[in-house]
């Protein structure tokens, strides 16, 4: 390991992101939050702007950058609208980087380009209504091979972008007696018969960010959908979820960033016993206490990102990455817990009405020591690896 720091090229990465999340992102935020409300246009305003297919290339229309340069851009949305950069990274990580990862020409020429304009929105459909953190082995939904097609039944739940998305990343069981493995991967268009959106969810926090409950009712997928083997999806998510494990950290990193900015001014504006509340010595070490866990969060979710860039294709899923990348996101989700925790306590009253921004910061905390592996899922995988 050596000492970590961004490239010029990648400051400038997050400098033009940040811009961009603060201008066109932080607008949108308030009524994103109270209304639940999707902004249709934006997508297609990033892919301009190239601010989408981070990790694609650009022959399918991406950036072509690196899993750490997606991450810094996600970092910067969720400084000013964490529900956006959610929505972001499910599209961007969650189905598109793993079609490119795992799809071949015909796959990727087929739907990386609209995913990469913004034209299409995707999603990623795993979880189900009785299989959270077994995804694999407790998986119920079915596909069924009939000639060229497969007919798929079943249901996912918990699903980002679910209510907006055209285009859905779907784990389905093809072998159902393989326990975790037996299981398959398609690329499925969300206007196809029988896949239908049964309800959208209204959430804590992140409530702009689209969440929905999806049904499959005999619908029928081309055998050409496939993404990579048959009876090897299982591969495909444990390998994917070691990324989006890394990257989502990032999120954590944007909200406790913006949380500790919102404290500084918060803190020199109050007054309170004839001066500001930042004079108090406790005031004082809420805020150092916050500076550090800000600036350690941010190093090492940079660090492990780089990390997850140097290994090989198919190499996350196991090893030390699985660790490390599990172990990132836990220290960021919880340590960005306890980064609003403080924060709402500087803001006092102010900290628990609804319609401030650090109490929307503060009622996105929970989520992600839940997705993408809850906390206790994290400890698991950190545990196994050192034991091993």
């Known amino acids: 390991m050596t000492q970590f720091a961004l490239t010029d090229d990648q400051q400038a990465l997050l400098e033009v992101a940040d811009r ?28 301009s702007a190239g601010l989408l297919g ?88 079915t596909a069924v091979r009939d000639g060229d097609t497969f007919v798929i039944n079943g249901s996912k739940l918990y699903i980002t972008n679910g209510p907006v998305a055209d285009v859905c990343l779907l784990y389905a069981k093809t072998t159902p007696d393989a326990g975790s493995k037996g299981i398959t991967a398609f690329v499925v268009e969300c206007d196809t018969p029988g896949f239908e959106v049964a309800q959208k969810l209204v959430k804590m926090g992140f409530r702009g960010s689209q969440t929905a409950e999806l049904h499959f009712d005999d619908m029928v997928v081309p055998a050409e959908n496939v993404l990579g083997e048959i009876d090897e999806g299982h591969k495909i998510v444990m390998s994917g979820l070691d990324l989006e494990r890394a990257i989502i950290a990032t999120i954590n990193v944007g909200m406790a960033e913006r949380a500790l900015e919102l404290s500084v001014e918060f803190s020199r504006a109050r007054e309170q ?70 924060a709402v306590q500087i803001h006092g009253g ?31 995988i950190i545990a196994g690896h050192l034991l091993a």
Request: glycine letters at 12%; proline letters at 3%; charged letters at 20%.
């Open 20 to 47: 961009f999340g603060r201008n066109e992102l932080l607008p949108l935020a308030q009524k994103m939050d109270d209304d639940e409300w999707w902004p249709d246009d934006l997508m297609a305003t990033l892919g």
């Open 350 to 380: 102010n900290g628990y009405i609804w319609e401030t921004e650090i109490n929307r910061l503060f009622r996105g905390t929970k989520l992600l020591e839940i997705g993408a592996g809850t906390t206790e899922v994290r400890k698991m």
């Open 54 to 141: 981070a990790t694609i290339p650009e022959e399918y229309g991406g950036a072509g950058m690196g899993l750490l340069e997606a991450g810094l851009v996600l970092q910067a949305f969720s400084r000013y609208n964490h529900a956006f950069g959610l929505s972001w990274v499910a599209h961007d990580n969650l189905c598109a980087n793993n079609i490119h990862a795992n799809g071949d020409a015909d796959i990727r020429e087929r739907f990386l380009p609209k995913l990469c304009s913004g034209e299409w929105t995707g999603c990623l459909g795993l979880t189900e209504p009785g299989a959270g953190s077994d995804a694999l082995g407790s998986m119920r939904t």
């Open 273 to 342: 016993f004839g001066q500001p509340i930042s004079s108090f010595q406790m005031i004082q070490s809420r805020l150092a206490d916050m500076y550090v866990w800000v600036e350690t969060m941010r190093t090492y979710c940079w660090q492990v990102l780089a990390e997850c860039d140097r290994i090989g294709p198919g190499e996350a899923g196991r090893g030390e990455i699985h660790a490390r990348s599990a172990a990132a996101v836990m220290y960021a989700a919880n340590t960005c817990n306890e980064v609003l925790d403080n």
